[in-house]
C-alpha cells in the first residue's frame, strides 16, 4: 500500500503510511514532541521466561524495585476532603495517604508501630488513625496521639513514635510516593518525555469509571500485552478497519518513559483495497452504543467539508467530530488541537507498572500490580474525562472489581461495550501466555526489533533495578 502521501519506505518499518506522514497531513501543525522519533539502540537478546514466573524473581523485584520507584498512588480526586485516605498495596509495600487540613497529602507506611498491624484496612474518611488491634491511635498528620495504657508503655517515653513517611509528589492529578529518600523529584526521575503531559493536563481531568480485574498472569506479561499493538492484527481483528495496528510509533525515552502511538481513522496495513468511507463506518459500527463517546455517532454520515478522495479523509472528519464532542462536552477550546491529539492512541508507560494515556481524547490510566504470587496480577483501568470548565471534579467512584470468574463485558455499561470487548480477548492471550511460559522447552522469548521494543526498553530498565545500575 502506498499514496502520495507515505514516505519512502524503510527497511526497518511497516509499509504504507506512517505515523509521521499522517502528522504531516493533519489539518493543524503537529507538534514538535509527536513529529520527534526517539529511539535507543537495544540488543535483540531473548528474555528467559522465568522473569514471569520465578518466585525468586518477584523476589528480587521486591526487594529491589518496589521500594526503589515512584509509585502512581491514588488521584487526587479519590480523596478530596481533609481527612479523606487511601491505602496503596504492591507486593509486600502497603501505604496510607491522608489529606490534611491545609489540602497537602502525606503519605505513610501503613503499619502500626505497636505490634505491627496493618493500621488502616481501606481508605475512607478518618478522624484519626486507630490500629484495630490494641488502639494505638496517631492523628491524620502522622504524630501519636494515643498510647492505651501508658504506665506499660514507659520505656518508650522521649521517643519519636511518629508514623514514618514517605515522600509525596503531585503530578497532572496523580499522587506520586516513594520511600526511596534519595530518589530525584518524580519529573527528573522520569527524564525527558514527561514535559509532553504539560499540554494534555490530567490534572484538569477526574476519574469516570475505574475497573479493576485480577488477570491469571505475571504483572510483566500483562503490562506488556498492553506496550504494543502487534498483536491487534490476531486478537483484536474487529479494530483493524480504523486502526492502523502496524503503522503504530514506537519511542523510547531515558530509562523511566516510553510510548506508542497508534493511528485511530486510519485502515490497518493489514487490511487492502478498503475506502475511506469503509474506515468511517467501522470506526462508528465499534463505537455504536458505546458509552465512551469518543466519536460522533454520525462520524461516518457527516463529511464537514473535506474532499472525499482526501487520503487521510476519515481521520480529518474524525477528529473534527471530536473537536466538537469535546468541546460540547467540557466547554474547552480544542480548535488550535491537531488531528492526532484528538484521535489518537498515546499509550505512555511510566516505568514500571503506570500508563497514563497521552493525547486529549478522554484518557485510559492503567496500572498493573503483583497480585498474590508470581502468576497473578491486578490490572486497573481508569477513563479520565475533562472537567467541565467552571466546575468541581467529582469525588472519583470507587474501584469496580470484576470477579475473577467474570468477563470485561460486565461493565460495559461503564467502559463501553468496545473496549470492554478488547480487553476481554487480552485477557483470554493472558492465561494462555503464564502457562506457555512455564512449559517453555527453549526457555526463549523472542521480541519484534521494533513493535516490541518497549517490552525491551521496559525490561531492561528493570534489569538495572535489579542489578543495582538504578537508582
Ligand atoms: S498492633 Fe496496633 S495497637 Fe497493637
Ligand atoms: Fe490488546
Not at 531473548?46 to 509509585?71: M, Q, V
Not at 530518589?183 to 518525555?193: Q, S
Request: aromatic share 10%; glycine share 8%.
Amino acid at each position: 500500500m502506498t499514496d502520495a502521501l507515505s514516505s519512502p519506505a524503510r527497511a526497518d518499518r511497516c509499509p504504507g503510511q506512517s505515523y509521521t506522514d499522517m502528522l504531516n497531513g493533519d489539518t493543524r501543525p503537529a507538534p514538535d514532541y509527536l513529529l520527534a522519533e526517539s529511539s535507543i539502540p537495544l540488543d535483540d537478546e531473548p528474555l528467559d521466561p522465568s522473569r514471569y514466573t520465578s518466585e525468586a524473581f518477584a523476589a528480587a523485584e521486591r526487594a529491589k524495585l518496589w521500594p526503589n520507584i515512584w509509585h502512581f498512588a491514588a488521584r487526587e480526586e479519590d480523596m478530596p476532603e481533609p481527612g479523606d485516605t487511601v491505602v496503596y498495596e504492591i507486593a509486600d509495600r502497603n501505604y496510607l495517604l491522608v489529606r490534611q487540613e491545609d489540602g497537602s497529602i502525606r503519605a505513610f507506611h501503613n503499619v502500626c508501630l505497636h505490634r505491627g498491624r496493618l493500621l488502616r484496612d481501606h481508605g475512607g474518611r478518618a478522624v484519626h488513625l486507630r490500629c484495630a488491634f490494641h488502639g494505638f491511635t496517631w492523628h491524620n498528620d502522622g504524630s501519636l496521639k494515643e498510647v492505651p495504657c501508658p504506665w506499660d508503655f514507659r520505656h518508650l517515653e522521649g521517643r519519636n513514635l511518629s508514623l514514618p513517611q514517605l515522600r509525596v509528589e503531585r503530578w497532572q492529578g496523580f499522587v506520586m510516593v516513594t520511600e526511596n529518600a534519595g530518589l530525584p523529584p518524580f519529573r527528573t526521575w522520569i527524564g525527558p518525555g514527561v514535559e509532553h503531559y504539560d499540554n494534555w493536563r490530567l490534572d484538569e481531568c477526574h476519574t469516570m469509571a475505574w475497573i479493576g480485574r485480577v488477570f491469571p498472569a505475571n504483572w510483566k506479561a500483562t503490562a506488556e500485552a498492553f506496550m504494543e499493538a502487534f498483536h491487534a492484527v490476531v486478537t483484536h481483528p474487529q479494530i483493524l478497519g480504523f486502526t492502523a495496528d502496524a503503522n503504530s510509533r514506537y519511542d523510547l525515552y531515558g530509562d523511566h518513559m516510553n510510548r506508542a502511538i497508534t493511528p485511530n481513522g486510519a485502515l490497518s496495513p493489514h487490511v487492502r483495497g478498503r475506502s475511506q468511507r469503509y474506515v468511517l463506518d467501522k470506526i462508528t459500527e465499534f463505537l455504536q452504543g458505546d458509552g465512551g463517546g469518543r466519536f460522533a455517532e454520525d462520524g461516518g454520515d457527516d463529511l464537514r467539508g473535506f474532499a472525499p478522495d482526501d487520503p487521510l479523509l476519515a481521520r480529518k472528519v474524525l477528529a473534527q467530530a471530536n473537536r466538537e464532542i469535546f468541546a460540547a462536552m467540557d466547554g474547552h477550546d480544542y480548535s488550535a488541537v491537531s488531528d492526532s491529539e484528538v484521535l489518537d492512541n498515546f499509550t505512555y508507560n511510566i516505568f514500571p507498572n503506570f500508563a497514563p494515556w497521552g493525547g486529549l481524547v478522554p484518557n485510559i490510566v492503567y496500572r498493573w500490580r503483583p497480585w498474590r504470587d508470581v502468576d497473578h496480577c491486578l490490572m486497573e483501568v481508569r477513563i479520565l474525562t475533562r472537567t467541565p470548565k467552571g466546575t468541581r471534579p467529582p469525588k472519583a467512584p470507587p474501584m469496580h472489581l470484576i470477579g475473577e470468574d467474570e468477563t470485561f463485558m460486565t461493565v460495559a455499561h461503564l467502559i463501553g461495550p468496545g473496549l470492554a470487548g478488547v480487553f476481554d480477548q487480552d485477557l483470554a492471550n493472558l492465561e494462555a501466555v503464564q502457562k506457555g511460559m512455564k512449559a517453555s522447552a527453549n526457555r526463549r522469548i523472542e521480541l519484534a526489533h521494533y513493535q516490541e521494543s518497549r517490552i525491551r526498553h521496559f525490561q531492561r530498565t528493570l534489569d538495572k533495578y535489579l542489578g543495582g545500575e538504578l537508582p
